[in-house]
């Protein structure tokens, strides 16, 4: 075998799943130009030599390192100059790792442990970056105009000894903290539930499922940062801890996260298997955890698939965790985001002690944080219980409440899909069914894989008299977040379309299920005594009702008319159903 010493660069370009998606004949025309007219030429200027091309990688050697330095601080230079007036989502952008080192020639292709760690150095860079080894540092240091920050010795993956790695100091860059993101630095926990995505670990050993594994983290991030109710750490500095054995507590104190999300890849033959779990940093426990087996066919489609099922199930799991923590506190103690979380817990019972419990939470939440939407929303929520079940003395001051307050959230905060899916239910309960569906759609657009939107949209469907597209809009919503905090609104308007079509049924089994997720609710008592009274069960109706006047000692069948039902005939029908199953009438 041939060996030499070399200084090898590799270069990856920053996005490029995402940037092929969105564009791909214009993402291969840029490349192309940027190859043709800057990254060749400059290579070539700087006595380097290309030795392999995949896809958008590249890795080059050169008989100089200062050549190989100079080389990429000029390229990463004039391509961010190049890209400067282009949207930040479509810049085409690199990392590039430097390293030097004895390497293997293999006719036109180098091989050895120089070449790995000068990839490993490129994966830790940040887009537009260089991160170089320290012997790199050493043999050009006073030699080019060019700074750069220590970040100590770091393990990498597959390399037995830890790497001293420095890291340029991009003149475009700013001045930002050098050691953002870098093991060893703390962060304090922000004021809301905070989060990092990992790079996902590519264990097929095939290049091509590493463009696929950091994409899948890379459309985590973006859905995830869709949320504003979540602290989401940037990818720039999640990706630092690419190709490192990681301790979980660690990452928590450097990026100042309350959780870690992390997953891995594996290709055999035509099967993919993705594993993602959700890590509570203070004690390492999983909070959740999932695996995704997947036959191979459009790699995008399954990566938005994947994306869509792992953010429909972390984000419930996510605030189900922070919903715990704050069971344990004092209530005295309790910051803003805690007594939402707190008062949370209790409004999705759907119970009257509880819905009261919560509502005073929620204002404190609301005096603690004057000037943003925190739980001006849940509030809202409260106010739909009050009228709906008549909590409170006058139900349609009530109801008034639940609209002027879900648009108060709105106003502190229009970017939020979740005050616009309460916005959406409150519009539906005043019988306004299109200013409904129109707040759903924001929401949804806002946040395309956003359960509570989604099932909501369906659930106001039903009520505005669209039982056949109300459906299967439920349906999808419980499968993407079958325990999702509106599971019982969802199943509200679910029973409500099967009424509809006369599936009683349907209707039993969603009421029973809806009875399973809120015990306390007594809606779901009266809808279970209308489906058993229609299929002839006299023994489960003449029960269901027993349970329903437990909850609601005074209700009488005329309270039904508070239902936001479009179709008057349907409501009739119900009412009627309730008079003839012996629920008492007004007194």
Wanted: net charge negative; glycine share 8%.
């Amino acid at each position: 075998m041939q060996r030499r010493l070399a200084a090898i660069l590799a270069s990856d370009m920053v996005g490029y799943s995402r940037l092929m998606s969105a564009d791909e004949e214009g993402t291969i025309a840029r490349q192309r130009v940027y190859r043709q007219t800057l990254i060749d030429p400059q290579i070539g200027a700087n006595n380097g030599r290309i030795v392999s091309t995949a896809g958008d990688g590249l890795l080059a050697e050169f008989g100089s390192v200062v050549d190989a330095v100079r080389c990429a601080t000029g390229l990463q230079r004039e391509i961010a100059e190049s890209e400067a007036s282009v949207n930040e989502d479509r810049r085409i952008r690199y990392r590039v790792g430097i390293n030097v080192g004895d390497i293997v020639v293999d006719g036109d292709d180098i091989l050895g442990d120089g070449v790995n760690v000068a990839a490993r150095l490129e994966a830790l860079a940040e887009p537009g970056g260089i991160c170089i080894s320290d012997t790199v540092y050493r043999s050009v240091r006073g030699k080019i105009d060019a700074e750069f920050d220590d970040l100590g010795d770091q393990q990498i993956k597959n390399i037995a000894d830890p790497v001293r790695i420095w890291r340029w100091r991009a003149p475009y860059a700013g001045q930002t903290d050098a050691t953002a993101g870098v093991p060893g630095a703390s962060s304090p926990l922000p004021d809301k539930p905070s989060i990092a995505v990992l790079p996902f670990d590519n264990m097929s050993g095939d290049r091509e499922q590493e463009y696929f594994a950091d994409g899948m983290a890379e459309d985590i991030i973006t859905e995830l940062s869709r949320m504003p109710w979540f602290f989401v750490i940037a990818r720039n500095s999640s990706f630092t801890y690419k190709g490192r054995a990681v301790d979980i507590k660690k990452v928590g104190e450097e990026l100042g996260v309350a959780y870690v999300l992390e997953g891995s890849v594996r290709k055999a033959g035509n099967r993919l298997r993705i594993n993602a779990q959700l890590i509570d940093t203070a004690t390492g426990n999983h909070v959740w955890a999932e695996r995704f087996d997947r036959e191979v066919t459009d790699v995008f489609d399954i990566q938005d698939e994947i994306t869509k099922a792992i953010i429909s199930a972390v984000a419930p799991e996510f605030l189900s965790a922070e919903f715990k923590k704050s069971q344990y506190k004092d209530p005295a103690q309790l910051d803003a985001w805690e007594c939402v979380m707190r008062g949370r817990a209790l409004v999705w019972k759907m119970g009257r002690e509880d819905g009261l419990a919560a509502r005073q939470l929620f204002e404190k939440a609301i005096e603690l944080s004057p000037g943003r939407n925190l739980g001006l929303g849940d509030l809202a929520l409260v106010h739909f219980l009050e009228a709906f079940y008549r909590w409170g003395k006058e139900p349609e001051e009530s109801l008034k409440k639940m609209v002027s307050t879900a648009e108060k959230a709105v106003a502190a905060d229009d970017g939020d899909p979740l005050t616009l899916t309460i916005l959406a239910w409150a519009y539906n309960f005043s019988r306004k069914w299109d200013e409904a569906l129109a707040a759903a759609e924001r929401a949804i657009a806002l946040s395309p894989n956003f359960a509570p939107a989604l099932g909501i949209r369906g659930a106001i469907l039903a009520c505005a008299g669209e039982p056949d597209l109300a459906i299967p809009a439920i349906n999808e919503a419980m499968r993407l977040s079958p325990r999702d905090w509106f599971l019982p609104h969802w199943l509200m308007g679910l029973f409500w379309a099967y009424h509809e079509l006369q599936d009683y049924e349907a209707g039993a089994e969603t009421a029973r299920r809806a009875i399973r997720a809120a015990p306390e609710n007594p809606t779901f008592r009266r809808q279970l005594l209308v489906a058993y009274h229609m299929l002839g069960d006299m023994e489960g109706r003449d029960d269901a009702l027993a349970a329903y006047l437990h909850l609601e000692p005074t209700a009488t069948y005329d309270d039904s008319r508070n239902i936001p039902a479009r179709n008057k005939e349907h409501l009739e029908r119900y009412i009627q159903i309730l008079k003839a199953a012996g629920m008492p009438g007004e007194s």
